[in-house]
């Protein structure tokens, strides 16, 4: 999926791993700042 590959691209260019492992709390965090730039 874009969305996705998006999400990965963005958790790889902060270098942030903890992204991935992190809580579903900050996941959706992230998802729902992504869908406001789209």
């Known amino acids: 999926m874009r969305a996705m590959r998006m999400w990965i691209s963005a958790v790889w260019r902060s270098g942030s ?8 709390d900050l996941r ?4 729902a700042s992504i869908r406001l730039r789209m």
């Open 28 to 31: 959706q965090r992230i998802f």
């Open 17 to 24: 791993l903890e992204a991935i492992l992190s809580p579903k």
